[in-house]
């Protein structure tokens, strides 16, 4: 009786043993996309990549980057809605490349390998321990090679299509450009000021943001106030200084340049509007301006490049439109066991 208890417990023990390998083996297929199967490494890849971008795109940048949001989402969903668009476009890429240009010649085979050998030398260890091998990196590399090649020749072929007037409405919608002048609030040996001494400095910003709000130019009221700043403060004043303290910039609605509290008062102010913002202390004069003073400034700076995201941005678009119709089936079992949360 004793034998057949000890056999008995011998059994369950392999039994859990054999059950446990079976429920934590890794899974080889995350999803299907139009019927094609996925292997794990390939959105592995495309979960990595977007795990290394959630960090500059988080909504408060104070809070560790797996406990918060991108745009009030879960930074863990958001990175698994990332990965899912990019195998969905690699599996587009793919098809449409084949359609359009049939296969690689082998110099371009061979020049693509030679790019792969160098970046595997240097990141393939830390790929491979979170589950990407070398195959899998070939194929999301390449797509994404194929991907910009067919959207450069897109933009190649279109760019002369954006009028000049869409450009410059284009740029205003999407861009907002601001100047920006610091206030040193330390000497230089590094000493902070405190009381008065800080307090003429930050009625200095006060006094230079109402002045640039009644129509004053920012670039001689600026060089002003950072003279008296530096004086106040103790500050070796240089032109080097104002080159490095008064910056001109665009800030977007994702913009991560400046604090967002700036970016959000910069867009939503009337160009010539001015204001000031404290970061520990330190006075930051900023203000909206023009985003070009006319059509020769735009034409001269801007309109390529403006031209150049029309077109490409149209190329994106159309291809997500093609990639929202796929038919997706996730195995969400695979989806938990390869959390974001386990990257290394």
């Not at 009221?221 to 106040?232: F, S, T, Y």
């Not at 200084?241 to 665009?250: N, S």
Request: hydrophobic content about 40%; proline content about 3%.
């Amino acid at each position: 009786m004793k034998m057949k208890k000890i056999i008995g417990i011998l059994l369950c023990a392999v039994l859990a043993v054999s059950m446990a390998a079976c429920t934590f083996s890794a899974p080889s297929v995350v999803m299907t996309v139009e019927g094609e199967e996925i292997p794990a490494g390939l959105y592995l890849m495309y979960q990595y990549q977007a795990y290394t971008q959630a960090s500059s795109k988080v909504d408060d940048p104070l809070i560790p980057t797996m406990k918060n949001t991108i745009k009030g989402v879960s930074v863990t969903d958001w990175i698994h809605e990332q990965a899912v668009e990019g195998v969905k476009r690699c599996i587009w890429t793919e098809k449409a490349f084949a359609e359009k240009n049939g296969e690689l010649t082998p110099g371009e085979t061979e020049t693509i390998d030679k790019q792969i050998e160098q970046i595997w030398q240097a990141n393939g260890e830390q790929l491979e321990k979170n589950g990407i091998g070398r195959e899998s990196y070939t194929r999301f590399f390449t797509a994404n090679m194929l991907y910009e090649r067919m959207m450069y020749e897109e933009m190649f072929t279109n760019e002369s299509s954006v009028s000049l007037d869409e450009g410059k409405k284009y740029m205003n919608e999407h861009y907002t450009r601001i100047q920006m002048l610091l206030l040193p609030i330390g000497n230089d040996e590094g000493v902070v000021l405190e009381g008065d001494k800080l307090e003429e400095v930050k009625t200095l910003a006060q006094d230079l943001a109402e002045k640039l709000n009644q129509g004053g130019n920012f670039d001689e009221l600026g060089k002003e106030a950072l003279q008296k700043a530096c004086e106040i403060s103790g500050r070796t004043y240089t032109e080097e200084l104002l080159g490095a303290f008064l910056t001109k910039g665009f800030v977007t609605e994702d913009s991560h340049e400046y604090p967002q509290e700036v970016v959000e008062k910069t867009m939503a102010a009337k160009e010539g509007q001015a204001d000031v913002y404290y970061n520990s202390n330190v006075p930051m004069v900023f203000q909206r301006i023009a985003n070009f003073a006319d059509d020769a400034e735009y034409e001269e700076n801007f309109k390529k490049a403006i031209e150049s995201e029309i077109v490409t941005g149209r190329f994106a678009d159309a291809v997500k439109a093609q990639t929202d119709a796929y038919e997706v089936t996730e195995d969400a079992a695979a989806v938990k066991a390869y959390a974001p949360s386990k990257i290394k």
